[in-house]
């Protein structure tokens, strides 16, 4: 009865995140959301309120979360161990000042605030420290999944918030000692932290020596043998010992995973190995995530929603606050800090190790920390929805950065020169050939990142919206001599067009297209001459073709004039026809 009790549980766990993952991609909203909403509706909290009901609800839901949860918590050590691949030593060691600076600040005011507000809040002074550890601390899995769900994890936000991250997880063996200390009278916490860390960092390079006489051998054995699994055996080996070593020491396991993965990403078999844990982890990690979502009681939230919702605002105002002077401390800018800050808004799943420690060890009340760990759930499922919500106010705050820098704010006095909208590789590349001809142009950009780019190198490039007939009329649409519109948005590029075409129909305008029927619509709406995108990459492509079969270049350049003047003929038809037949070479 047992296996069958686990079976079910599979099936709901697969039907679950078949259905509610693929709809929650589908909107946009990332699959951690989805994993964790999954979690909730099959959860004892959610659909297993039914269960008294109808004895039928039993078989949609998942009762026994405990039996999940180790297996969840596997994919947060796959997850730590790929991160680890994917870095080095030498990176690591680039973004130690952000794993010291930022890192350590933002637990240092974050642990403060959530302090003070249990302080002000009429709790004891161990009841509010316990918050302001444990609350201080965000969920790696959530926010680095977060961040590799929307390609954010190499740039700037991501090595700050992965450095605050791996300090966090240094954390937790003081956080561990001091809740430890509070249900002793008398003892000393600031002896306790120092305490900690000293363990921390022996462990950590006790595993990193050990590893480099021992990892490197292993690898190389497996490797000449031939044998893929057992080059997976002793890499999941190596993950298991280097966790294991760093969770009896009261570290976190996944820390441990994440040092295997920095030892073997100095191997050359991290690719293939990249490829050979990917599979494990995305699926442990969605366990995870689910997991999380069962731990939330809808019937308790409900019952103390005005509580729960003032708490989880007061907490995301603090650590927003802390995060963001962190980053701000060591010298990131500003639209980064916006969004790591907002990544490092939410709760960690270590909150629920910190809480049922102060409740074993009577630090605090059990329904105190039943409520607390609700709350950190709750802030772990808004994690990824932070993570949108800052990324657009980093956006909206660097554009507004770059149109107070670069906007177009004066007529400026340009005549006779080209006015490109879009200055993104397309425009940018045709800027180069009309400076090499000496032709006088002008650019415009909505996107920030192009426009500093442009202005550090010296080109007349302006950020504003190419849409508005007066930002078009200040950079010269009168005097122009012809108008380029390379926008990636297909509807933008219409826009732009029929605007241009409208007020300075004499203009000639030359357009980018993303296909030959969107080259068919800027005709119509006034171009004079159109380049598909794909056109002449693709006849490049074929020239070099025909080359290496046989062909002598000018029967290659023939066919090439004859197929892109098939599809230039085709547009001005403004109907897909058949194209002219190439001559025989």
Request: glycine residues 10%.
């Amino acid at each position: 009865m047992e296996h069958l009790a686990d079976g079910r549980q599979l099936f709901v766990f697969l039907v679950a995140a078949g259905i509610v993952v693929p709809l929650f991609q589908h909107l946009k909203l990332g699959i951690v959301l989805g994993f964790v909403i999954a979690g909730i509706i099959v959860g004892p909290g959610g659909l297993g309120h039914l269960v008294s009901i109808s004895p039928l609800f039993a078989y949609a839901t998942i009762q026994d979360v405990s039996r999940l949860q180790a297996l969840g918590d596997l994919g947060i050590v796959f997850l730590l161990f790929t991160i680890g691949l994917e870095l080095s030593f030498a990176r690591l060691g680039a973004i130690g000042r952000l794993m010291m600076g930022a890192g350590g600040a933002q637990v240092m005011l974050a642990t403060g605030g959530i302090y003070a507000i249990g302080a002000f809040s009429g709790f004891e002074f161990d009841d509010s420290l316990v918050f302001g550890m444990a609350f201080a601390l965000s969920s790696t899995a959530i926010v680095t999944q977060s961040l590799v769900e929307r390609k954010r994890l190499g740039g700037p936000v991501g090595r700050t918030a992965l450095g605050v991250l791996i300090l966090q997880d240094l954390m937790v063996v003081p956080i561990v000692i001091v809740v430890g200390i509070l249900a002793l009278p008398g003892a000393s916490v600031g002896l306790a932290l120092i305490k900690g860390l000293v363990i921390a960092a022996v462990v950590i390079a006790g595993v990193v020596g050990l590893g480099r006489f021992i990892v490197r051998p292993l690898m190389r054995f497996a490797g000449a043998t031939g044998n893929r699994t057992l080059l997976l055996a002793i890499t999941l080996l190596i993950i298991v010992a280097a966790a294991a070593i760093t969770a009896s020491a009261g570290l976190s396991a996944a820390l441990g995973a994440f040092l295997a993965g920095l030892l073997l990403s100095e191997t050359e078999y991290r690719h293939q190995l990249d490829v050979d844990i990917e599979p494990f982890k995305d699926l442990l990690l969605g366990l995870f995530f689910m997991t999380v979502g069962m731990t939330i009681d809808l019937a308790a939230v409900a019952g103390a929603l005005p509580l729960i919702v003032g708490a989880l605002a007061c907490i995301s105002l603090v650590k927003l606050a802390a995060g963001y002077v962190a980053c701000r401390i060591s010298r990131i800018p500003r639209p980064a800090s916006i969004e790591t800050s907002f990544i490092l808004a939410g709760a960690g799943e270590f909150a629920f190790v910190v809480f049922t420690l102060a409740a074993r060890d009577k630090v605090i009340e059990p329904d105190i920390a039943r409520l607390a760990t609700t709350i950190a759930a709750i802030s772990m499922v808004v994690t990824p929805l932070f993570g949108l919500l800052g990324a657009r106010l980093a956006l909206l705050f660097e554009q507004k950065s770059s149109e107070a820098r670069h906007g177009v704010h004066d007529t400026q006095d340009y005549s006779d020169h080209v006015l490109i909208a879009g200055f993104g590789r397309f425009g940018s590349g045709i800027a180069y050939l009309l400076k090499a001809e000496d032709i006088p142009y002008v650019g415009l950009d909505l996107d920030a990142a192009h426009v500093d780019t442009a202005k550090r190198a010296g080109e007349p490039v302006f950020y504003g919206d190419a849409t508005h007939t007066e930002v078009l009329r200040k950079l010269g649409a009168d005097r122009a001599r012809a108008f380029v519109v390379t926008a990636d948005d297909p509807k933008v590029a219409e826009r732009i067009v029929a605007l241009m075409h409208e007020h300075w129909p004499d203009v000639p305008i030359h357009a980018r297209a993303r296909s030959i029927v969107h080259a068919a619509r800027l005709q119509e709406l006034g171009a004079g001459d159109v380049v598909p995108e794909a056109l002449e990459g693709s006849l490049q492509l074929a020239g070099r073709l025909l080359g290496d079969v046989g062909l002598p270049d000018e029967a290659i350049d023939q066919r090439l004039t004859v197929a892109r003047e098939a599809v230039r003929a085709r547009l001005h038809l403004d109907a897909p026809g058949p194209s002219p037949a190439p001559p025989s070479a």
